[in-house]
C-alpha cells in the first residue's frame, strides 16, 4: 500500500448523490473511461487534501447490494472485492448513504462491511433530510456499524469538507483490517438478515425518518394515473415539439441572416477564384447550415435535462412500461430511448442498464429509429420549404408536422421490436423494477452545465468532421471544371454530379434527383451534413441567389411537393451516421449487429420513401 | 412457511391507496433476493400508489421510503397479508 496516495471507491445505491459527491471532491480532477474489455464507464479522479495526500477516487456504478442483476453492478461488485485484474482493490470504501431514504443504504452499508475493508459511511444530502424533519444519533450510528460516519452536502461549496478530514485521519493510521478472502454471496435469508439489522440499528439511534409531503404522494397518483399519467405525457411530449419548433425560429433567423452577411462579406472583399468559392460556398454556406440548428438542439436538450433532473423520466418508463413490454422492450428502455432523441450514441449507451441482454439488443437495434438532433435540421429544411406556416386548430402546422415524423419513428421502432420479438420467439422474462425517486426541482447549474455540454459537441462536430466534409464536397462538385462551351451548370460535370447521377438511377423511383442523391453521401458520416451539403451543391449550381436567400426557398421552387415528402420519409428511417455504427460495433462486440441494423435501415427507409413519393403523387394528380 | 389454505395475496391485489404488510418473498433466486434488497422484507409496510391498466401492470409502490415500479410477475412474488 503506498503511503503517499490512497484508493478510494465510492459504493452507493443509485441515486443517492453519489456522484455529486464525486464530483465535489475531485473537482475537474477527472478522467472517464471504460473498464477493459466491458462497456461499463469508468470514473476516476483525484484529490490531494489539506495535509498533502493524494487521493485517487472510483465512482462506481450505483448498486442496492453486491449480488449484480446488470453488468454495471457485477463491476461494483468486482472492483470492491479486487476480482478485476486491471483494477487494485481499494484501501477504502465510502460508503455513499442518501440521507432522506437511509434503511436501503444501511442494508448496503452492513453488507458491504462484510468485505473487511475499511469504510467511512458518508450521510448525503442532510440537508433535506433535516428540513423534512430527519435526526439521527450520528456518534451511535458509528459505533453500531464500526465505521466513522460523516456528513455531506454533496451540492453545496464545503459540503464534502468532513468527508476529506476522515479519509486524512483514517489513511495516517496504520489499519489492522484484513480483506475478508471468504466472501460469499448473501442468500435471501441473509438479506433478510441484514434488513432486520438495519431496523435494530436505526431504532437504537433514534431515528426520525423524514417526511415525505402528502402533496408529493398526490402528485405521483396523478402523474401515474393510468389516465391522467398518460395523457400528461403526451401533452408535455406534444409541448416539447412545438417549442422545439416556434421558441427556436428567432434565433434561428438571426444566424441565418448572419451567415448570409458573412458570405456575401467574403464574395465581395475577395478576387474571383478557387478560394473564394471554396470559402463562400463550400465552408461559410456548408457549416452554416448546419450551426443554425443550435437553437432547437438547445432547447431539446433543456426539455430533455430538465425532465431527467426533476425524477420524471422513470415515471414515464412506468407509464409506457405495458405499451413497451407487449412488443418485447422493458419499461427501462425508455430512458435510452428518449436520450436517442438527442443522439443515439449516449442512447445505446445508456442500454447498459437494461439487465436481459435480449431486451438490450432489442433497444439498441431500434434506438436510431428515434429521431435524433442530428435529423432535426433536414427534417426543419424540408418543413419550412414544403409545409406552410400556418394555422391549424390553434396549433402550427409545421409543429404538427415535426410531431408527426417524431411519431413515425416511435411507430417504426415498436413495429421493429415487434418483430425481433416474433423472430426469436419464446417469452423470457422482464424485469422493470425502477426506482421512481422523489420530485425535484431541476438545478440551473446542472442544466446550463449539460446544455453547454450538448452545444460543445454539436459545434465541434460542426467545426471538425463537417467542416472536413464539406470541403471535401466543395472539392468533388468543382472539379473537374466544365468543358469549354458547356451548356449546363459547372456542378453538373462534376465528379459529385457524376455521382449523383449514378445513384439516381436507383433512388428516381423514390422521387430524388441527382442533387439529393449527391447530399445523401456525405450524410452517411453524419446526417446533419446533408442539408450543409444541399446548400453546397445548390450553390454551385449557378443558382447565385442560394445563398442569399434561404436554401428552403431554392429547393421549395425546384422539388416537387412530393419529393420532399419522400425525403422526409427517407429521413425517418434513414441510415444513421457511422459514428452510431462504430458503438453498436463496440457495445454489441460484434460485427452482426452493426451489419443487420444498416441493411434494415436501408430498407425500411427505402420502402417508405418509395411509398410517399407514389403516394403523394397520387393524391396531387387524382 | 403454513398454508393458510388460500391464495395468499399479493402485491398485485392491492387497491390504489391501499396498505399493507409484506409476509414473505417466496423462493430464493435473483429476483427474490433483489425484492428483499430493495425493502420488501418480512414486516415491511407497503402502499400502492398507482396501478396501470389494463391487469395491473406495472404498479408504483411505496416501501421504506422510496417508491419502486414493478411488473405483475414481480409484484406477484411479493405475498401479503
Redesign the interface.
Same mark, same amino acid.
Given at each position: 500500500m503506498s503511503a503517499a496516495e490512497s484508493r478510494i471507491a465510492l459504493i452507493g445505491l443509485p441515486n443517492c448523490g453519489k456522484t455529486a459527491l464525486f464530483n465535489r471532491v475531485t473537482g475537474s480532477r477527472q478522467k472517464v473511461a471504460n473498464y477493459p474489455g466491458v462497456t461499463v464507464e469508468r470514473k476516476e479522479g483525484y484529490h490531494r487534501s489539506a495535509s498533502g495526500r493524494r487521493y485517487r477516487l472510483l465512482d462506481l456504478p450505483g448498486t442496492?447490494?453486491l449480488?449484480p442483476?446488470t453488468l454495471d453492478e457485477a463491476i461494483t461488485r468486482d472492483v470492491a472485492l479486487g476480482r478485476l485484474a486491471s483494477e487494485p482493490r481499494p484501501d477504502t470504501i465510502v460508503l455513499v448513504a442518501d440521507a432522506?431514504? &437511509?434503511?436501503?443504504s444501511l +442494508?448496503l452499508a452492513l453488507e458491504v462491511k462484510r468485505l473487511g475493508l475499511p469504510m467511512i459511511v458518508a450521510l448525503n444530502m442532510t440537508d433535506l433530510a433535516r428540513k423534512r424533519g430527519y435526526s439521527i444519533d450520528r456518534e451511535r450510528l458509528s459505533k453500531e456499524l464500526g465505521a466513522p460516519v460523516v456528513e455531506t452536502i454533496a451540492v453545496a461549496r464545503g459540503g464534502a469538507d468532513a468527508l476529506i478530514r476522515y479519509l486524512d485521519e483514517l489513511s495516517s493510521e496504520t489499519t489492522t483490517l484484513t480483506p475478508n478472502s471468504e466472501w460469499r454471496e448473501?442468500?435471501? #435469508?441473509d438479506?433478510?438478515q441484514t434488513?432486520?439489522e438495519a431496523t435494530r440499528i436505526l431504532a437504537a439511534c433514534g431515528y426520525r #425518518?423524514?417526511a +415525505?409531503s402528502d402533496f408529493m404522494?398526490s402528485v %405521483? +397518483?396523478f402523474l401515474?394515473?393510468?389516465?391522467f399519467?398518460l395523457l400528461v405525457l403526451g401533452v408535455l411530449l406534444f409541448f416539447v415539439f412545438q417549442a422545439v419548433f416556434s421558441w427556436a425560429s428567432l434565433p434561428m433567423d438571426l444566424i441565418d441572416a448572419g451567415v448570409a452577411a458573412l458570405g456575401e462579406w467574403v464574395r465581395g472583399s475577395m478576387p474571383d477564384g478557387p478560394l473564394r468559392s471554396l470559402l463562400a460556398d463550400g465552408i461559410i454556406a456548408g457549416v452554416g447550415s448546419v450551426i443554425v440548428f443550435l437553437p432547437q438542439i438547445i432547447i431539446l436538450f433543456a426539455f430533455i435535462l430538465a425532465l431527467e433532473d426533476s425524477g420524471y423520466l422513470?415515471r414515464a418508463?412506468?407509464?409506457l %412500461?405495458?405499451v413497451m413490454?407487449s412488443v418485447g422492450l422493458s419499461?427501462r428502455a425508455f430512458i435510452p430511448l428518449l436520450s436517442s432523441f438527442a443522439c443515439a450514441i449516449p442512447g445505446i449507451m445508456a442500454t447498459r442498464t437494461i439487465p436481459s441482454v435480449r431486451d438490450r439488443l432489442a433497444t439498441i437495434m431500434v434506438a436510431p429509429l428515434m429521431t435524433c438532433s442530428a435529423r432535426l435540421p433536414v427534417y426543419a429544411l424540408l418543413i419550412a420549404a414544403f409545409i406552410p406556416d400556418r394555422d391549424l386548430g390553434g396549433f402550427n402546422l409545421q409543429g404538427l408536422v415535426l410531431f408527426a415524423l417524431y411519431f413515425a419513428g416511435v411507430a417504426g421502432a415498436l413495429l421493429v421490436a415487434w418483430t425481433l420479438k416474433k423472430f426469436r420467439g419464446g417469452n423470457d422474462?422482464? &424485469? &422493470?423494477?425502477? #426506482?421512481?425517486?422523489?420530485y425535484q426541482w431541476p438545478r440551473l447549474g446542472n442544466l446550463a452545465y449539460g446544455l453547454w455540454e450538448r452545444a460543445r459537441l454539436f459545434l465541434g462536430r460542426a467545426g471538425g468532421i463537417i467542416l472536413a466534409l464539406m470541403v471535401v464536397l466543395w472539392f468533388l462538385s468543382t472539379y473537374p471544371a466544365p468543358p469549354v462551351g458547356a451548356t449546363g451548370a459547372p456542378i453538373e460535370y462534376s465528379f459529385a454530379g457524376q455521382l449523383g447521377r449514378a445513384l439516381a438511377v436507383v433512388l428516381a423511383p423514390i422521387g430524388f434527383n441527382w442533387q439529393i442523391s449527391v447530399a445523401l453521401i456525405p450524410g452517411l458520416a453524419a446526417r446533419e451534413v446533408a442539408v450543409g451539403a444541399l446548400g453546397t451543391v445548390y450553390a454551385l449550381s449557378g443558382d447565385e441567389t442560394a445563398v442569399s436567400t434561404a436554401l428552403s426557398s431554392v429547393i421549395a421552387s425546384q422539388w416537387s411537393l412530393a419529393t420532399g415528402l419522400a425525403l422526409l420519409a427517407w429521413y425517418v428511417f434513414a441510415p444513421q451516421c457511422l459514428a452510431t455504427l462504430a458503438v453498436v460495433k463496440r457495445e454489441t462486440n460484434s460485427w452482426r449487429y452493426p451489419l443487420i441494423m444498416t441493411v434494415y435501415l436501408f430498407g425500411l427507409a427505402y420502402l417508405a420513401a418509395f411509398a410517399t413519393y407514389r403516394l403523394a403523387l397520387w393524391f396531387s394528380v387524382g | 412457511m403454513g398454508d393458510v389454505g388460500q391464495t395468499p395475496r399479493t402485491l398485485s391485489g392491492l387497491k390504489? !391507496?391501499e396498505s399493507a404488510v409484506v409476509e414473505r418473498?417466496d423462493?430464493?433466486d435473483?429476483?427474490?433476493?433483489?425484492?428483499? =434488497?430493495? !425493502?420488501f422484507?418480512?414486516g415491511?409496510k407497503v402502499e400502492l400508489?398507482?396501478?396501470?391498466?389494463p391487469a395491473d401492470?406495472?404498479v408504483?409502490i411505496?416501501v !421504506? !421510503?422510496?417508491?419502486?415500479?414493478?411488473?405483475r410477475? =414481480?409484484a406477484e412474488r411479493v405475498k401479503i397479508r
Open positions: 442496492y447490494s449480488t442483476t432522506t431514504h &437511509l434503511p436501503l +442494508r448473501p442468500s435471501a #435469508e438479506v433478510q434488513h432486520i #425518518e423524514p +415525505r404522494t %405521483d +397518483r401515474l394515473h393510468p389516465f399519467g422513470p418508463a412506468y407509464l %412500461d405495458r413490454g419499461g422474462t422482464h &424485469l &422493470l423494477m425502477l #426506482e421512481l425517486p422523489d | 390504489a !391507496g418473498v423462493a430464493d435473483l429476483l427474490a433476493r433483489r425484492l428483499l =434488497e430493495i !425493502g422484507y418480512p415491511a400508489v398507482a396501478s396501470m391498466w401492470d406495472p408504483a411505496r !421504506g !421510503g422510496a417508491t419502486f415500479a414493478l411488473r410477475q =414481480e
